[in-house]
């Protein structure tokens, strides 16, 4: 079965530098969460998009964004890069649309970005 | 404030014998319970759910229980396989006051290790 697909898989980065991540969701999942797993970690959640909505922020800084595109693919777009940005990424796709039960949510293999 | 604590770290357990995950949790919004298994490197793979109207959930080898007065859940493993070692996050589930989002919380996780 087709499973959620993230890009790029590692990447490192300079400080200050910008970054950007994608995910693609599995196919006929309308709605992509992303979370920060830093070192020794539980994986914590930054924002979430239903049908190209923001749906829901949580503790992402105000140095990223995010959007979810026609397509329902995601991209995190991270600015003025920080040592401690250095995490896994991840993303998870879900459906049916929020609140209405189904809260299982499929998580893509991350993407780790290390900040030097 | 952790609202989702998974208070031991690891777990060692014979093969054949059952593993007993443990985790607590102090919102009472939450209203869906989820477990999650996680290889280095790889993404958390989603095992087994729980809605809060009710106290048990079988999947094979996994039974989730909870128990809402205590505001606790578990994880039973029976019987325990050695590729069952991996680290076991627990997540709660609860819709955001505008009921537009559908954000996991999770806990600290438990690293099981399981011996042949």
């Known amino acids: 079965a087709a499973g959620v697909i993230q890009s790029p898989r590692h990447l490192i980065k300079e400080k200050r530098e910008t970054a950007t991540l994608k995910c693609y969701p599995i196919p006929r999942h309308d709605t992509v969460y992303w979370y920060q797993q830093g070192p020794g970690q539980d994986p914590q959640f930054l924002i979430s998009?239903?049908?190209?909505?923001?749906?829901d922020k949580g503790s992402i800084p105000d140095r990223f964004s995010a959007q979810q595109f026609s397509d329902y693919h995601s991209e995190l777009n991270m600015s003025s890069l920080e040592l401690g940005d250095s995490a896994l990424y991840f993303c998870a796709s879900s459906s049916p649309p929020p609140g209405t039960g189904g809260y299982e949510q499929y998580f893509g293999p991350g993407t780790r970005l290390t900040v030097t | 404030d952790q609202q989702v604590k998974q208070n031991s770290p690891s777990l060692s357990v014979q093969e054949g014998r059952i593993s007993i995950l443990n985790c607590d949790y102090t919102n009472s919004m939450f209203d869906y319970f989820l477990w999650y298994k996680k290889y280095p490197a790889e993404g958390p793979t989603f095992l087994i759910s729980i809605s809060s109207i009710k106290d048990k959930n079988e999947d094979g080898r996994f039974t989730v229980f909870l128990n809402k007065s205590a505001k606790h859940l578990s994880l039973h493993i029976v019987p325990s396989q050695p590729g069952d070692s991996a680290v076991y996050f627990c997540a709660a589930h609860r819709v955001s006051p505008n009921n537009a989002g559908n954000m996991l919380t999770f806990g600290g996780g438990t690293r099981l290790m399981v011996k042949p």
């Open positions: 998009f239903y049908e190209k909505m923001q749906s």
